[in-house]
T-cell receptor
Framework: AQRVTQPEKLLSVFKGAPVELKCNYSYSGSPELFWYVQYSRQRLQLLLRHISRESIKGFTADLNKGETSFHLKKPFAQEEDSAMYYCALQTDSWGKLQFGAGTQVVVTP | DADVTQTPRNRITKTGKRIMLECSQTKGHDRMYWYRQDPGLGLRLIYYSFDVKDINKGEISDGYSVSRQAQAKFSLSLESAIPNQTALYFC????????????FGPGTRLTVL
């Protein structure tokens, strides 16, 4: 069965410190993974997708098929990174997504 | 700007009432989705539609029904609301090709008393 696990409900870090959000998945096919972010009072929006291999707002995520992980990382957290982050797995060729439970990130000065 | 809108934004209702949540989009996307968000559970897919004539159940469709009135409109109905349907409901759209991002509406906060 497909599953996305985000083990941390809350991650509290200091400004300037590194931040890593964990995401593990189970999927029998070739995975396509995404990170979505929801800032306070804003809509859920795409942060990055693994096929693009891009860095957005200083965040990167590497797909590790051996460990079935897609952790999100940023070397120096900023206060504006405070948000809810969701890891999502595309479960079929039609674009359906399965979301993890989400990780709330709080960056304190 | 092309957008995804949801009405109402907030709704309080009583157990047993019929409720309709509406979603409209001006993005020209074929695919539309309804999710509910609950604390600690993330977003779960209720229904999805890949075009006007194609509607499919998602992970948690029991107690819900949908209608795709046009390419731009996708409504979610709760025929007889119950308290555990209290949640934040999101509509989303995407283009036809898999692997593309989904664009979300602002959400509807529904409270069933």
């Amino acid at each position: 069965a497909q599953r996305v696990t985000q083990p941390e409900k809350l991650l509290s870090v200091f400004k300037g410190a590194p931040v890593e959000l964990k995401c593990n998945y189970s999927y029998s096919g070739s995975p396509e993974l995404f990170w979505y972010v929801q800032y306070s009072r804003q809509r859920l929006q795409l942060l990055l997708r693994h096929i693009s291999r891009e860095s957005i707002k200083g965040f990167t995520a590497d797909l590790n098929k051996g460990e079935t992980s897609f952790h999100l990382k940023k070397p120096f957290a900023q206060e504006e990174d405070s948000a809810m982050y969701y890891c999502a797995l595309q479960t079929d060729s039609w674009g359906k997504l399965q979301f993890g439970a989400g990780t709330q990130v709080v960056v304190t000065p | 700007d092309a957008d995804v809108t949801q009405t109402p934004r907030n709704r309080i209702t009583k157990t047993g009432k019929r409720i309709m949540l509406e979603c409209s989009q001006t993005k020209g996307h074929d695919r539309m989705y309804w999710y509910r968000q609950d604390p600690g559970l993330g977003l779960r897919l209720i229904y999805y539609s890949f075009d006007v004539k194609d509607i499919n159940k998602g992970e948690i469709s029991d107690g819900y029904s949908v209608s795709r009135q046009a390419q731009a409109k996708f409504s979610l109905s709760l025929e007889s609301a119950i308290p555990n349907q209290t949640a934040l409901y999101f509509c989303a759209t995407s283009v036809r090709t898999g692997g593309n991002e989904q664009f979300f509406g602002p959400g509807t906060r529904l409270t069933v008393l």
